[in-house]
Structure formats: C-alpha cells, structure tokens
C-alpha cells in the first residue's frame, strides 16, 4: 500500500466523530459489607473495595466499560444494576437477578462488559432484594464523545447522589414487609448526600425545627458533608442523581436560581427553578451561577416530599472562595414546599419538554398497555399488585429460559393488558385480594407500545401514593399526565410535539401518566416502581422482545435453575 494512501486513511481516520476514540475503561471491585458511619451512626453497610458509596465510573459516550465483580458477601448472592444504560447488544449485562441473569454467589467473580453509548447523569446499585438499601450504589457519570460539546457551557462541575438511611438493617427490613400483619420500616432516620448525613443533630442548628444541638464536625469524619466549594460568577453544572429507597426529594440552593438543562441522559429544553423535584431513580443535571454575594456562604438542602417528612433535611455548603467553609449561612435553609403540595411537583414535572431536534415519538402506537397500580392482600399478607397480580420472580432467568425454550420456568399465560372497566381508582375497592403472578408481557419487534400508568387508592381509606416507574432497557417518551381515571379522551391531549426521554417517570396520587417507546432492543427487561420496598412487595412487571435475536450470553449469566441444568446437560454429552 502507497504512503499516500496510508496518510489518506489517517486523515479519514481522524476526521471520524469521537466515537472512534472510545476506550475499554476496567474496573475490579469486590462488594462486601464493612463497618461505616453514614450519619454518625456506625452501620454495617454494603460497600465495594471496602467505601462507601461505591466508587464513580466515569466514561464517554462510545466506551465499553468492564467492571469485574467479586462476591466478598459471604452468604447471599449479588447483582449490579447500571441504571439508565440501555444494553444494545448485551442485555445479560442489565443486572437484575433472575431476570437478566442469575445471582452472582458468594465467592464468586461475573465480568459486566457493556457500551456506554450517550452522554448523561446515571447510576448503578444493586437489584437483588433490598441490597440498594443496603448501600450498593454509585454514580456513573458519561461525558460527550471526544470532539463533541454539550449544548451549554459551564465553568465546573459537581456531583451528587441522594439516597436515605434507615439504622434497621436491610434484612430486618425485608422480614419486616413479609410479616402478617405488615410491620411498616418506616421513615428513613437520615437523608444522604453522597453517602453523608447528620443524624441528631443539625448544621443549621439555630434554625432547626424541632430544636436540634449543633453538629460538631471537624472535617475528618466518614459523615461530614462534602463541601462545594466556588468561585464568584460563575456557571457550574450540578448532576443529580437519587437511588433513594423511598424518600422523595426536593432540592435547593439558598439565593440561587437553578436551570434544568439534561433529564436521564436526555437534554430538555432549559428552564428555571427555585428548587427541583426528584425521585427514586430520577437523574438531573442543573446549571447555577455564583452571582450572589461573594463573603457569604450558602445552603444546599434536600427534604422529603410526596410522604409526611419525619426526617430532617439533609444539608451541605456552597462554599464561596475564599471564604472559611466553616462560615456557616446567615439565613435558614430553603423551606421545602410543603410536602404534598402536588401541584407545585406537577408544575415541575410539566415544564420538561425534549430539547429542539430531540427525536420525536411515533405518531401511533401498536399496542397499548394499562397498569393499574394498586395495594392488595394475598392470604393476609399486603402486597402491591399490578393488575391483581403482584410479581415474584422465578428462579430461573427469564432471559435464558425465553431464549432457549426451556419449559415450566414461569408462568406462560399473558399477563392482563387493562382492569376492569368499571373499577374505581378513587375508592378502596371493595374486594382487595390480589394473585401472585410471573407472566411476561410478550412484545413484538420494532412496534410502538404505549403503557399507561394508573393511580389508585390503597388500602387505607383516601390514601394514594407517589410511585416513580423506571424502565429498563429503553428510554421512554412521556406523553402527558392527568387526574383520575385514564379514558380515550385524554389521547387528543397527548403531547407528540416535544415530550422529553426519561427512562424514569412519577405516576401522582389518583393520577395518571402516558409513555411511549419503540421495541428496538432484544432482551427480557424489568419495568417497575423504583421504591425498594414497593418492589420487594411485588410492584413490577416484565418485557420482552425478540429475545430469539439475543447472542453470546455468557454461560455464568445463566448457571442457575433450569437453565443451570441445560447448561451442565450439555457439558457432559
């Protein structure tokens, strides 16, 4: 081959869009449980190479990311979800336990191979039992490919994950939610913000109500806040993350307007706020501008909505430099709204709408698909149910059973696609004994599936909840969201213009909400309520779609149940 050739296809190498610069970033983590003090507190936690939270991944858009994951649990098993990564081509790779693959068992290694393929604020925790609220968790960050900018500037940038804590232990908790009669967990005695708290007492103590005694931190403490520290004008990208297990949020900056410029890895068209609304599984990224006077510190706050707050703000500092940061605010922190004030969240919720150029939805959908979301018993134990049926997973994957054919792994009947017509969501029903149920809802390739998700009310008496639905393996277009019960009128309202991607969406009390997505991604893929103990109380339902199309599974993905026997079967012949 001529020089000028081999220098003509450097060129065109070079001119290629930074995806041709990605990376394989690896990783080697060993998650087991370790002594910390979250809040001031010391708990036994969850953690990975021996901290908590777990540690940040940080890529671009484009790189193949490895992480090697060793049990160091001892007696149960493990799984990692990466939360809002949509797994093109490696759907064993979405880590739920028993639906994507089997549990990792203790002493045991599985290697997490998967591409990162757009830019955004994401997570990851675990997806076995309640091993989230346990403490598995962290962030995973992913820049613009190389060469390629961000549709706004910003001078620096931080980095927060919300989560809350609870000093009962997470398999006291579990047993706690599978009594007869149901012992309830609870509120959360702490909130955290990147894994820090302050339980008992307050920074803002001359503030607080009910009156808490002053913090004493000296700095070095597993539970001091991290600080953010500043510079005077200017603009500073802020990413959101929470993998709260039930607490809803709603975070402010004292004296700073905030501008919402990316949802779930999505840009949305930007707009201002006073203080952001964010849910289990939400992620957020906002712009600030130091443009408040320079000798003053200022409060970052984040309190409970949607539930009757009985835990305390959680608080750190915007540390203006070069002031001291043991400069504490002069003014209280933000007041939350008030905690069911759902017009103030749906105002919020409202005003996100897909950035100009974002891709559109599909004028028409192929199916449609409604939930009812309600709390039931079954045998006197209360369970959360979708459509009369409350989840509870199979022990063998039903990736690998769906893929190969395998017989009696879960129930074949299809799942319902409505609830009857003349239920009422703004009653208790009249008869609340639900069904225990494994079906899939079963999706053809390449059509367009709406899924309305209907509120109801529970089993109190006038009592409806928020619940944050995230899905796995896709993004999704939010439509629109309405009061009381769903009907043909409310598609003429339907929002086909600029609905924003998020792979995470709030149904509110009595409500409802619209989503559309396209069923371009073989896999079996989870699709439920984000609140851990709403989850483990059977809140959830699973897709699938042209798993026949799935390759290369590795054979630990699905070394247990009947697939674990077909698998030995066919070693030995």
Not at 39 to 44: H, I, M, P, Y
Not at 235 to 262: C, D, F, P, Q
Not at 351 to 364: E, F, H, N
Not at 419 to 425: A, H, L, M, S
Request: proline share 7%; net charge positive; aromatic share 10%.
């Amino acid at each position: 081959m001529s020089s000028s050739i081999l220098l003509l296809l450097l060129l065109v190498s070079l001119m290629l869009p930074g995806h041709s610069l990605a990376k394989t970033r690896h990783f080697k983590w060993e998650v087991g449980y370790i002594h910390w003090s979250t809040d001031g507190e010391e708990s036994v936690v969850m953690g990975i190479n021996g901290a908590f939270p777990g540690p940040t991944i940080r890529g671009r858009a484009g790189d193949i990311i490895v992480v090697e994951l060793t049990n160091k649990l001892h007696t149960e098993g493990v799984v990692i979800h990466w939360h809002g990564i949509r797994q093109f081509g490696t759907p064993w790779a979405d880590g739920t336990a028993a639906i994507s693959q089997c549990a990792i068992n203790a002493g045991e290694t599985f290697v997490y191979r998967f591409k990162v393929d757009k830019a955004g604020t994401y997570f990851y925790h675990g997806h076995y039992g309640m091993q989230r609220s346990a403490g598995l968790y962290g962030s995973l960050i992913v820049d613009v490919a190389q060469g390629e900018n961000e549709p706004f500037h910003y001078d620096g940038e931080f980095n927060l994950l919300l989560s809350d804590w609870w000093h009962k232990g997470s398999h006291e908790q579990e047993v706690d939610l599978s009594s007869n009669p149901l012992r309830w967990i609870g509120e959360p005695q702490t909130l955290l913000i990147n894994g820090r708290g302050q339980y008992n007492c307050s920074m803002a103590a001359q503030f607080s109500n009910p009156q808490l005694p002053q913090c004493k931190l000296r700095g070095g403490e597993q539970y001091a806040p991290q600080i953010l520290r500043v510079r005077p004008n200017k603009t500073y990208r802020l990413r959101l993350a929470s993998t709260t297990a039930l607490a809803s949020l709603n975070l402010a900056i004292g004296g700073h307007k905030m501008v919402v410029v990316e949802a779930d890895g999505n840009y949305v068209q930007p707009f201002s706020v006073q203080d952001i609304d964010i849910y289990s599984g939400e992620s957020y990224s906002i712009l600030f501008t130091t443009n408040q006077d320079p000798s003053k510190n200022y409060w970052i706050s984040t309190s409970v909505r949607g539930r009757e707050p009985k835990t305390p703000q959680a608080l750190t500092l915007l540390n203006y430099l070069p002031n001291s940061p043991s400069k504490f605010p002069t003014l209280p922190p933000p007041i939350a709204p008030l905690w069911n004030d759902y017009n103030h969240s749906k105002s919020f919720s409202n005003k996100i709408l897909a950035l100009m150029g974002s891709p559109k939805p599909p004028i028409k959908n192929h199916r449609r698909i409604i939930l009812l979301n309600t709390q039931n018993k079954i045998d006197g134990y209360t369970k959360w149910a979708i459509n009369n049926v409350s989840l509870v997973l199979p022990t063998t994957p039903y990736l690998g059973s769906i893929r190969y054919g395998i017989n009696n792994a879960f129930d074949t009947r299809p799942p319902p696609d409505n609830f009857p017509i003349d239920y009422d969501v703004m009653k208790r029903a009249p008869n609340s004994n639900a069904t225990y149920g494994n079906g899939v809802y079963m999706l053809k390739m390449n059509t367009t599936i709406d899924i309305i998700l209907q509120n109801a009310n529970a089993l109190g008496e006038g009592a409806s909840e928020i619940h944050p639905w995230h899905l796995h393996g896709h993004d999704f277009w939010v439509l629109g969201y309405g009061e009381g019960k769903f009907n043909e009128k409310h598609v003429k309202k339907f929002n086909l213009k600029n609905p924003p991607l998020r792979n995470t969406v709030v149904i509110y009390p009595y409500g409802w909400t619209a989503l559309r997505f396209v069923t371009d991604n073989p896999g079996v893929w989870a699709f439920h309520c984000h609140i851990e103990p709403h989850l483990h109380m059977g809140m959830g339902v699973i897709l699938a779609e042209g798993v026949h199309l799935v390759k290369n599974i590795p054979r630990e993905a699905l070394a247990c149940g009947l697939t674990g026997k077909m698998l030995m079967t066919n070693k030995h012949n």
